[in-house]
Nanobody, 113 residues
């Protein structure tokens, strides 16, 4: 079972970036996929999540700027626009099936002011 993110990078404030995530291996039916982030000195927090047959949910801080898309049964992307320095963090992809949750290694997103 493997969850892998792609799309790390540096962008200026106001810019855009797209993250992608692919889950592979012996998954059962994936019920949900989502994105979390952890900034230095802070706890990991939910950014956006896509659950089966339920509308996506977003953290208040990213509503209207970020869009999560379930591209297939095992892939999810996060389109980020109007990025702010406060969005700087390591972004983690999460996939959940009936056995539990699986995490990627994380990908660094840095937004310069």
């Amino acid at each position: 079972v493997q969850v892998m993110e792609s799309g790390r990078g540096l962008v200026q404030a106001g810019g855009s970036m797209r993250l992608s995530c692919t889950a592979s291996g012996s998954f059962e039916s994936i019920k949900a996929m989502g994105w979390y982030r952890q900034a230095p000195g802070k706890q990991r927090e939910l950014v956006a999540a896509n659950r089966y047959n339920v509308r996506p949910i977003y953290a208040d801080s990213v509503k209207g700027r970020f869009t999560i898309s379930r591209d297939s049964a095992t892939t999810v992307s996060l389109e980020m626009k109007s990025l702010e320095p406060e969005d700087t963090a390591v972004y983690y992809c999460n996939a959940a099936d009936s056995r539990g949750e699986f995490w990627g290694q994380g990908t660094q997103v840095t937004v310069s002011s």
